[in-house]
């Protein structure tokens, strides 16, 4: 394998260089590190993802909705017509493997395969079918993929499970995400492998969830705080995905704030903390060739710098490629929805929490 691309939404800069997170300082000890920036109007990850995966801006993509979707103007991974990094790679003659990547429902043709992303719902049938029990265990993203798009998200989710227990889901996923991509790389080998860890993200919005079902009792900051302690215990598992590879890419959408003070409200709605801007783009040069140098932080870039500097990384042109690639958009209808309650028991059932 060439490239591991790790994808953790909403991966703060601040908290990742500066926290005390003792395996992730040895593994940026051996990397180049930057901030890597949500542009300032679009700290979403609908319009960050995409930058990232195309090397564009939010205006160049058209991709503004905050998760993407194709609605107000915004278009989506559905419609999208320029071409994403695993669509150049394999232009490029290289298989890709990409696994709940966010915005890539509904799934496009890849060289190898693709296990969708949020927000929307999907099937999968094929020889990654028998993993679905372990993958459909998606990070709790399944809250937002099964939210109709004419919907707000409601707070079903929050007032039937604890914070607590819900913590405990989202380490279950990350764990069996873990088993399954490990499944997926010794049965079927791809050339680059794209996964996605959305923990970060979600406990964020978590506890925004939970401080307005507590009408703001009881706010703490902590939780968000620890799954970086917890996740930074994983490291070591997260990167090893059963195989060598050549180039490892660590990166995040946007970030999350460090410390968030009182509640305050917006819009109406009671928040303790939102998005920041700063995410992360760690990169390890794991063949000792010497091209990526170790221990460095730089200077920030911008999500959509991305694609072109881990094109370069592995010996490819940005510009060449994305001219020559061809996107492979699938704008199929939307899916007969299964009942929404009834959907998502059937996932927690397949999670053994029913
Ligand atoms: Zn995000």
Known sequence: ????????????????????????????????????????????????????????????????????????GSESYDTL????????????????GAIHMPMTTCSRQVDGYMVSGFPNELNHSGPIAELMPLLQARDISDLIRLTPRDRVLDNTWYRNYSLERTIDILKKMVEWKIQAVRILV????????????????????????????????????????????????????????????????????????????????????LFGAWHSHDGVLIVRDMAGTGRVPEGERIEECFNRDVCPQVLELMGFDYDELRNAAEPRP???????????AQTIEERLRALGYL
């Open 1 to 72: 394998m060439k490239l591991l691309f790790l994808g953790l939404d909403g991966a703060s800069a601040q908290i990742m260089f500066e926290r005390d997170l003792p395996n992730t300082r040895h593994l940026l000890e051996q990397s180049t590190y930057r901030a890597c920036m949500a542009e300032e109007e679009y700290p979403y990850t609908g319009p960050s993802w995409t930058s990232i995966y195309t090397g564009m801006s939010a205006e160049e993509h058209g991709v503004t909705d905050l998760w993407g979707r194709n609605i107000d």
């Open 186 to 269: 010794s049965t079927h080998p791809v050339d680059c492998l794209f996964v996605q860890y959305s923990l970060l993200d979600r406990i964020g919005h978590l506890l925004n969830q939970y401080l307005r079902v507590r009408d703001g009792e009881g706010w703490s900051y902590a939780p968000l705080l620890e799954l970086y302690d917890w996740l930074d215990g994983k490291l070591e598992d997260l990167l090893d995905v059963g195989e060598d590879y050549d180039l490892l890419v660590i990166t995040s959408d946007h970030g999350w704030p460090a410390e968030a003070g009182d509640p305050y409200t917006y819009d109406g709605k």
């Open 330 to 340: 699938i704008e199929t209808p939307r899916g007969t929805r299964l009942d929404e």
């Open 81 to 96: 017509r320029d071409p994403v990094i695993w669509e150049m790679l394999n232009h490029a003659g290289l298989t890709t």
